[in-house]
């Protein structure tokens, strides 16, 4: 093998970890694009309850204490408009 050979070698086989490193890239940014347009588990709202910082359990807006646990839930907060 020659020198002229060796360096076509050298040179396909860089082209070869180029091409699997785009193919990586663009496998990758599909993927965590389909993530970002799957919709979340997690409710976006929660107007009227009040989460116990104890157990997260939910409880109603209303309520002195969680309904899990018993602990004293805090004060909601005041919008100020």
Do not use: Y
């Amino acid at each position: 093998m020659d020198e002229q050979q060796l360096l076509l070698l050298a040179l396909l086989l860089a082209a070869g970890v180029g091409v699997l490193s785009l193919i990586a890239i663009f496998r990758r940014q599909r993927h965590a694009r389909e993530d970002a347009s799957r919709e979340s588990p997690i409710a976006a709202s929660r107007e009227g309850v009040k989460l116990c910082p104890a157990c997260a359990t939910e409880n109603l807006w209303t309520d002195s204490r969680c309904v899990r646990c018993g602990r004293k839930l805090p004060d909601a907060q005041r919008a100020v408009w």
